[in-house]
């Protein structure tokens, strides 16, 4: 069964101060790893997809990488805007993708 | 334009009421699934279907149906409402075939039974 684990569950930052989330993951044959972000009383956006380990996206303060085990979301210089529960996800093949809990991250002004 | 979307946004309903959350995708998409976030966040799949298969999560109840009129809409039934049914419901589309399927989810609908 395929396993995803987001640590920490809670993030609390000032602005300004660099960070990462994790997200591990257990998938035999991993097809793509998900990040999403979701704002309180929204749906989940979609970040970035990452194919295989090695593998490194950025938008704007965010850089989503990815090894065989992990990935990071790191958050460079974040502001309060950047404050939200962030989602990590994962396919195997066809199958539906598989969520992690979540990470809250709060940026204090 | 809005991606997908759902309708109501919040629903206040009576224990053992049946009622109807609609969704519409305007994406072009196959695939359409429901999810369940419960209060800690957590992304449950209920369902998904396009218009070949629908693919169950064996822990829904029965009391629970999804129906697609066509490909760009999946709307969610449910009868007998319980108290435990309380959480807000997402619906999300992806299309197949590509890379991966990633999904696209709409605003949600808080559901609360009384």
Not at chain 1, 18 to 23: A, G, M, Q, R, T
Not at chain 1, 47 to 70: D, N, V
Not at chain 2, 36 to 44: I, N, R, T, V, Y
């Amino acid at each position: 069964e395929d396993q995803v684990t987001q640590s920490p569950e809670a993030l609390r930052l000032q602005e300004g101060e660099s960070s990462s989330l994790n997200c591990s993951y257990t998938v035999s044959g991993l097809r793509g790893l998900f990040w999403y972000r979701q704002d309180p009383g929204k749906g989940p956006e979609f970040l970035f997809t990452l194919y295989s380990a090695g593998e490194e996206k950025e938008k704007e303060r965010l850089k989503a990488t990815l090894t065989k085990k992990e990935s990071f979301l790191h958050i460079t210089a974040p502001k309060p805007e950047d404050s939200a529960t962030y989602l990590c996800a994962v396919q195997r093949g066809s199958y539906i993708p598989t969520f992690g809990r979540g990470t809250s991250l709060i940026v204090h002004p | 334009d809005t991606a997908v979307s759902q309708t109501p946004k919040y629903l206040v309903t009576q224990m053992g009421n049946d009622k109807s959350i609609k969704c519409e995708q305007n994406l072009g998409h196959d695939t359409m699934y429901w999810y369940k976030q419960d209060s800690k966040k957590f992304l449950k799949i209920m369902f998904s279907y396009n218009n070949k298969e629908l693919i169950i999560n064996e822990t829904v109840p029965n009391r629970f149906s999804p129906k697609s009129p066509d490909k760009a809409h999946l709307n969610l039934h449910i009868n007998s409402l319980e108290l435990g049914d309380s959480a807000v419901y997402f619906c999300a589309s992806s299309q197949p075939g590509g890379l991966t399927d990633t999904q696209y989810f709409g605003p949600g609908t808080r559901l609360t039974v009384l």
